[in-house]
């Protein structure tokens, strides 16, 4: 089905239209400005800092895996798991507690990995609070 726009179709009006726009074309206010070098080296900065962290927390997964190929991947499956956060300003803690995995040897891994990060007596940014990390209702 067409509908004229003015005696033309709109398909006609269409392929009439440039596929492409040069940025030169563009109104001043419209460009796209390119973002400096500093970016790309703060952005790179930060992406090797949290592969980094990945690699040592992978470290400490293997400890207690049998196979170690799937420390990465139950590394993935901890960022996207739900997790409560409960802060306790009277005791100074800020608990994140994990929830159960599907089986307990994963459990058993990320039990081991919690305890792994008490030991730094991490606090939590800009607060007193500092992490606890537990799996389950504990």
Known sequence: MF??????S??????????????AELP????FSQSST?????VDTIKMI??????AITHVVREQMARLDDARALLRQIYC???DLLPNYQEGLLTVRLHHMANRSNDATI??????LNETMTMFPGTNL??????GSE
């Open 3 to 8: 509908f004229a726009v003015g005696g033309r």
């Open 10 to 23: 709109v398909k006609i009006q269409r392929k009439a239209a440039p596929r492409h726009i040069l940025a």
């Open 28 to 31: 001043e206010d419209q460009r």
């Open 38 to 42: 500093n970016t790309k080296e703060l």
């Open 50 to 55: 949290a592969y980094r962290a990945e690699t």
């Open 81 to 83: 798991t739900e997790a």
């Open 111 to 116: 039990a081991h990995l919690c305890d792994n």
């Open 130 to 135: 500092r992490l606890v990390y537990k799996i």
